[in-house]
């Protein structure tokens, strides 16, 4: 009893101990925290704020009572959400895109990594790298003008295929491809810029083990699987912890360019619901709700997706 | 690399192949949509025009330079541009500073509370009436201040900073400079490299701005280009497909492509500044702690 009420008076202490520090660090390096003050006092508004505001997702919020003095309704707009059947079928959209996002958007960078890291010509690795890397710099708005113009019916893709013998084939408006282009096009964009980290950690494998591996009479494939690819692990599971953690992100302004009313019934993602209900129409805690049941979902997918990486491989983000 | 087995042989071969293949997937729809806009109507109805133009003409682009509201745009992005890169580089810049000296008690909080918003983005509804309550909404600056650190950039900076000596500050300090001008006169000159990639980071995301626009813009006149591009080209007010008449040297198919080189421009200009860059930045970022 008496050890436990020490150590409490100790802690509080050294709490109190530590807004002293804290006051003469303060005082002593002001400059510093003055100069931090401007880029704090952003991170505070514009991306701490908007999470506390979130607290609208239990109410009925009123934009002229705001948040305090809007009613609260408890689980009101999450009961609804489950039951609105046009939500569902958000939902599932939103699920689909971000599980074939993952299931192929996710290796084809390592992918490129390894194959850019066979490339023995120095000038030959760096036109190829300029070339990938390109398309990550182009806005969705760009990249989806250009899709929708070589899909079109006169497009080059069409084209080709009647060439071949094919009928031509209005993709864009079709929601059989849609999930498929916007996987495929996100690929395009991102791959070359991703690969980046992974070439990175690749230069940081030590040259040595190749070359006792090539001693010991081990070929490429070997090679790969029992030196590559276990010194990428550690890079692979952070990233793919970090993409766990965004997994219903799927990136508004990409769906937002490329749905079009023929494509909505496989394209509403989240993200476009959203904006559409909330931004436009002003069913403001409907749609917060909404927004609050995807950041938890995220949240939990981290959690266990971090739990089971540090179980299995050891690699952890927290 | 002797005595390589036929297999490994083929296999680096077919690597190369397809690498090549795949890289110019990269580029040719750019230049498939440059060709369409250098080519008369005809030719892209009767889809003549693959990768180079067929009757070169500069029609499309007349037209569309003669237009006001595009170059309205294009002012609206210049100023979101400079004036956005210039809020992000001071503040980021004087933060990642603070965070790299290890005399600051709170970096490591603050650092670990920067990282979170890394990972949960801003939820759309609440950041909207954020917006809206600081009485930003419709207004360009809404374009500019909710973008203005990028929690990546800020740590791209503070890793870049913390590598730099810490002998030639501290001298300095003894000598009676404050932090700012240990700063100013000797962090900064010697991080032009890493300062050119972020600077040049927040110039592309300025330059870019979409999301912010829609969500935060209403009235047209002070649409970014990317916005009123989507205008044209999904042609939601009718802007092009008014003028599909025959004889007119130029279609709502070349404008359009017209539209987009026009806009893609400026980032291709810089392209070869950041390739410069970005790789050695990019591998900062990630240096974990």
Same mark, same amino acid.
Request: charged fraction near 15%.
């Given at each position: ?29 002001? $400059? ?17 704020? %908007?999470?506390?505001?979130? &607290? ?40 689909? $895109? ?47 003008? $250009? ?27 079709? %929601? ?30 030590? %040259? ?18 029992? $030196? ?5 692990? %550690? ?21 937002? &360019? ?61 | ?19 090549? =293949? ?11 949509? *440059? ?121 791209? =900076? ?15 300090? *003894? ?24 600077? =040049? ?15 935060? *813009? ?49 980032? *291709? ?21």
């Amino acid at each position: 009893m008496s050890t436990s009420i020490t150590t409490v008076t100790a802690r509080a202490e050294s709490g109190l101990s530590w807004t002293i520090r804290l006051g003469k660090n303060m005082r002593k390096h002001w $400059i510093l925290y003055a100069m931090a003050f401007p880029g704090l006092l952003w991170f505070l508004l514009f991306r701490y704020v %908007p999470v506390l505001g979130s &607290v609208i997702a239990f109410q009925d919020f009123q934009i002229f009572n705001g948040i305090w003095d809007s009613p609260w309704v408890g689980f009101k707009h999450f009961e609804y959400i489950f039951t609105y059947s046009n939500l569902v079928n958000v939902l599932r959209n939103t699920l689909l $895109i971000s599980l074939y996002q993952l299931i192929f958007g996710f290796p084809a960078p390592v992918i490129l990594a390894l194959m850019l890291n066979e490339v023995r010509k120095k000038w030959f690795k760096r036109s190829l790298q300029t070339l990938f890397y390109l398309p990550h710099f182009i806005s969705w708005v760009i990249i989806g003008g $250009i899709i929708f113009e070589l899909l079109s019916l006169d497009g080059i893709v069409n084209v080709l295929l009647q060439q071949f013998g094919g009928e031509p084939i209005l993709y864009m408006q079709k %929601p059989e491809y849609f999930r498929s282009i916007v996987v495929l096009s996100s690929i395009w964009k991102e791959v070359g810029w991703s690969a980046i980290i992974y070439l990175a950690a690749l230069t940081g494998i030590n %040259p040595s083990l190749y070359e006792a591996a090539t001693v010991d009479g081990a070929g490429k494939w070997r090679q790969l699987t029992s $030196i590559t690819l276990p010194s990428l692990l %550690p890079t692979i599971m952070i990233l793919l912890l970090l993409r766990i953690g965004n997994f219903l992100e799927l990136g508004f302004e990409q769906i937002y &360019v490329f749905l079009t009313p023929l494509t909505f019934s496989v394209g509403d993602i989240l993200d476009t619901y959203v904006f559409r209900a909330g931004v436009l129409e002003g069913n403001y805690s409907v749609t917060t709700a909404v927004g609050l049941f995807k950041s938890l979902v995220g949240f939990a997918m981290l959690w266990v997706g971090n739990y089971i990486s540090r179980k299995s491989t050891g690699e952890s983000l927290f | 690399m002797k005595n390589r087995s036929i297999g490994e042989i083929a296999a680096s071969y077919s690597n190369h192949i397809l690498l090549t =293949l795949a890289a110019f997937t990269m580029i040719l729809p750019f230049i498939n949509v *440059i060709a369409i806009s250098f080519s008369m109507p005809w030719a892209v109805s009767a889809n003549k025009v693959t990768f180079w133009p067929v009757d070169f003409t500069m029609e499309s682009y007349k037209y569309l330079l003669s237009k006001s509201d595009l170059w309205r745009s294009m002012g609206v992005n210049v100023f979101v541009t400079v004036a956005g890169t210039a809020f992000s580089m001071l503040t980021t810049v004087m933060l990642a500073y603070s965070l790299s000296r290890p005399e600051f008690m709170i970096r490591k909080p603050v650092v670990l509370g920067i990282i979170f918003t890394m990972i949960f983005q801003p939820p759309m509804i609440p950041y909207f009436l954020t917006i809206k309550n600081l009485g930003l909404l419709d207004t360009v600056w809404a374009m500019i201040i909710p973008s203005g650190i990028s929690a990546f950039n800020l740590i791209i =900076l503070r890793t870049f900073f913390i590598q730099l000596s810490n002998e030639i500050q501290e001298a300095a300090k *003894i000598d009676g400079c404050s932090d700012f001008r240990a700063m100013w006169n000797i962090v900064l000159p010697l991080s032009k490299p890493a300062l050119a990639t972020v600077g =040049l980071f927040y110039a592309v995301t300025y330059w870019n701005v979409f999301y912010h626009a829609v969500l935060f *813009i209403r009235s047209s006149d002070l649409y970014p280009l990317q916005v009123k591009m989507r205008e044209y080209i999904s042609d939601t007010e009718n802007i092009i497909s008014g003028i599909n008449k025959t004889g007119l040297p130029y279609n709502p198919d070349t404008l359009k492509m017209a539209v987009l080189v026009f806009a893609t421009i400026p980032i *291709i200009a810089v392209y070869p500044f950041l390739q410069k860059y970005f790789v050695h930045g990019m591998t900062l970022g990630s240096v974990k702690e």
